[in-house]
């Protein structure tokens, strides 16, 4: 039986949570910015809040009717829509996604398909929206499709291709599952490492630079398990590309279930690394994960 104190208390909080939820409501709004009509866009995947204030962002396919090769665009603060560039395929590329913004203002992209060597391009756009491509990605040497790029505290830029690179002979059947990869602000790819899927995993698809100035990164399939293969890995590397495998994902208990198929990792205040995986978890449905340096 409840006390005329807990229920006055419980009136009280109850009121309070009205209340909050009440201003909540009134400050907050829904409003459709844009809808896309295939000429300017089509699935749209990713958005990027620039130092301006203003919105940037890419549409996967589109800018051709339904099809295309996808769309580049900004809204102002005003909520108004400006096509930047529509891809072609070649030699700008196909299939953009990651956005990030420099330093310095600029502003660069990725695109996972299309461009002068149909492996991928990285472009860049000043705030006045002049865009240019800066490189084009070589299959059998830098690797394909860029699917993940940052800035380094240093000036140059960090990121992964989901597949290819240089073969490694240490690798079954001479192959290359991807890399990670070193770029200066003119363009200049240098690849750092060529991952294989038997000893460290495949489709490298996420790099953060942590605070003990080490690069943390996932792939997000294969790795070595057991006599056959994992579900993905977390890996470190320095500056120069020599690369440490700290985790294999796989079909293992871990708190019930082990995440698979890791797609991306930050480093929070406490010093540990954060993900998310598609798969695994409890429920086989993905998981967030934590992890500390040592894997």
């Not at 829509?81 to 913004?101: M, V």
């Amino acid at each position: 039986m409840k006390t005329k104190s807990t229920t006055f208390a419980s009136l009280i909080i109850s009121a309070i949570v009205l209340s909050l939820s009440t201003a909540v409501a009134t400050a907050a709004s829904f409003n459709i910015l844009h809808s896309f009509n295939g000429s300017d866009g089509n699935e749209p995947e990713w958005l990027l809040t620039a130092k301006d204030g203003t919105l940037w962002g890419v549409t996967f396919i589109g800018g051709d009717g339904t099809v295309g090769n996808g769309v580049l665009y900004k809204i102002d603060g005003n909520g108004v829509f400006t096509i930047i560039h529509k891809f072609a395929g070649s030699p700008d590329g196909a299939l953009p996604g990651r956005l990030i913004q420099a330093a310095d203002g600029t502003i660069y992209g990725l695109t996972s398909s299309g461009g002068s060597l149909s492996a991928g391009t990285v472009y860049h756009i000043d705030l006045a929206g002049n865009y240019s491509v800066i490189h084009s990605f070589n299959t059998s040497t830098e690797g394909s499709g860029p699917n993940f790029l940052l800035e380094g505290s240093t000036g140059f830029f960090y990121g992964t291709t989901s597949t290819n690179g240089i073969p490694d002979p240490d690798c079954p059947n001479n192959k290359a599952h991807g890399t990670f990869f070193r770029m200066d602000a003119a363009g200049n790819v240098t690849p750092l490492h060529t991952f294989c899927e038997s000893i460290d995993g495949s489709i490298p698809n996420s790099v953060v630079e942590a605070s003990d100035g080490f690069f943390y990164g996932t792939c997000k399939q294969d790795g070595p398990f057991g006599l056959g293969f994992g579900l993905g890995t977390f890996w470190k590397s320095d500056a120069v590309g020599n690369v440490a495998l700290l985790h294999v994902f796989g079909p293992k208990t871990l708190n019930g279930a082990e995440p698979t198929e890791p797609n991306g990792i930050v480093q929070a205040v406490d010093g540990l690394f954060y993900g998310v995986a598609n798969g695994g978890g409890l429920d086989s449905e993905g998981a967030i994960f934590r992890a500390d340096a040592s894997g």
